[in-house]
């Protein structure tokens, strides 16, 4: 069984691409599947008795046996940046929280993906983007974005309404991309199931 957190939520999808083969540097074309998550964690922070390492670590493990290539990473708890690697060559990027602690983003990558990765920004404590590049057929690079989104719940949007206007603004602001570019929106977005009632449209 996993170490991760049981009460965490995941989910995942998968891309593919046509490629050139970087590990072998020759210019044959190979089929290169990219597989994507998001995964809300529920705490990556320190821990006096030092398991959160292992729960760090335990990232990396799952990501190989699930096959999964990028992971986005919600409520972290992580207030100060961080970038590593685990112990299965994984590279681990977590944001720092400008305004609370309680929440926290950022990215798992395998190793043949982070080789791709240009750059890994922080937008708010709710949304950071991953940009990518890979070689492709035409000999121009194919642009990729994965966003990470963290949305207020709706008790909280409630309470707050500005805070969940800004938070789709930026959203809005990252998917802004050209038309080449593939994007990935992941994360958490606290979303209703159900019958859409009336109080929904207040």
């Known amino acids: 069984s996993s170490g991760i957190n049981a009460e965490s939520q995941s989910v995942s999808t998968s891309k593919k691409f046509t490629s050139r083969s970087k590990e072998t540097n020759r210019s044959s074309l190979v089929s290169l599947l990219i597989s994507l998550a998001t995964f809300n964690i529920r705490g990556l922070g320190h821990h006096e008795d030092g398991s959160i390492f292992s729960k760090r670590e335990q990232l990396g493990t799952d ?88 949305s207020p719940h709706r008790r909280l949007a409630a309470e707050n309404p500005a805070l969940l206007d800004n938070f789709y603004s930026q959203l809005s602001d990252v998917i802004r991309v050209s038309s080449s570019t593939e994007i990935f929106p992941l994360g958490a977005f606290n979303s209703k199931l159900g019958k859409l009632t009336s109080s929904d449209f207040n």
């Open 63 to 150: 990501m190989c046996r699930y096959h999964v290539d990028i992971c986005a990473l919600q409520e972290t708890k992580v207030t100060d940046p961080l970038d590593c690697v685990l112990n299965t060559g994984h590279r681990l990027i977590c944001f720092e929280q400008r305004h609370g602690r309680h929440g926290g983003l950022g990215f798992v990558l395998s190793p043949r993906i982070a080789q791709y990765v240009t750059s890994c920004n922080y937008i708010s404590d709710r949304v950071c983007v991953l940009d990518f590049r890979i070689p492709s057929r035409s000999g121009d690079p194919i642009c990729c974005r994965v966003v990470n989104a963290y």
